[in-house]
């Protein structure tokens, strides 16, 4: 144990080992014992990088999803700001939180969806609406969140919202949402 206890303290402060006596360690190969010596360093060195990897990764599979449905509530909170700024922000995140329909339907469930209609239909700038349309557009891929989307008034809130001769990726969001609703036979004509 002491030896085991010595070879670590020489791996963490690459000095060597004051009380630790050298053997002469002979073996088949030839190879002396500096080599065997950085080949035990080596073989402890992945040891110690797989163990450490291995930790990680079981910490973030514990604490991460926690701390993504959090984020998704302050992602909810930050379109309740009146600042357009803090609205882009949320909506966009919405937008790369909504990638299967189990995280579309938390974001349709906490009020997400609601929040981006209603910040769609009061938004001033070009950059809210496209921000707006983007989440919404990617809440769009789950057909249960469309239904929710319906019921919450999009359609008309999207064909509201004007077109713009700058941007052209607000029209093209709006047309995708509308053909998303047109695809699930909704009425797009109120």
């Keep these: 144990m002491r030896a085991l206890a010595a070879h670590f303290n020489t791996l963490l402060?690459?000095?060597?080992?004051w009380n630790v006596q050298s053997r002469n360690v002979s073996s088949f190969n030839g190879k002396d014992e500096a080599s065997l010596e950085q080949e035990a360093?080596?073989?402890?060195g992945w040891l110690?990088?797989?163990f450490?990897?291995?930790t990680a990764t079981f910490v973030a599979y514990q604490f991460f999803p926690y701390m993504g449905d959090n984020l998704m509530h302050q992602s909810v909170s930050l379109l309740h700001v009146k600042d357009p700024l803090f609205k882009r922000m949320g909506a966009s995140r919405l937008a790369r939180f909504a990638i299967d329909d189990q995280r579309r339907m938390k974001i349709v469930e906490i009020g997400g969806a609601?929040?981006?209609?209603?910040?769609l239909?009061?938004?001033?700038?070009?950059r809210t609406?496209?921000?707006?349309?983007?989440?919404l557009s990617a809440l769009s891929k789950s057909d249960e969140a469309v239904k929710a989307l319906h019921n919450g008034g999009a359609i008309s809130v999207i064909k509201?919202?004007?077109?713009?001769?700058?941007?052209a990726e607000i029209g093209a969001y709006k047309s995708n949402l509308l053909k998303r609703f047109q695809d699930l036979r909704y009425d797009i004509s109120s």
């Design 48 to 50: 110690l990088k797989l």
């Design 129 to 135: 609406q496209k921000e707006a349309l983007k989440a």
């Design 41 to 44: 360093e080596r073989k402890i």
């Design 114 to 119: 609601q929040e981006l209609l209603n910040m």
């Design 160 to 167: 509201s919202t004007p077109d713009t001769f700058e941007d």
């Design 52 to 54: 450490f990897a291995g």
């Design 13 to 17: 402060f690459k000095r060597r080992p």
């Design 121 to 126: 239909g009061s938004a001033r700038d070009e």
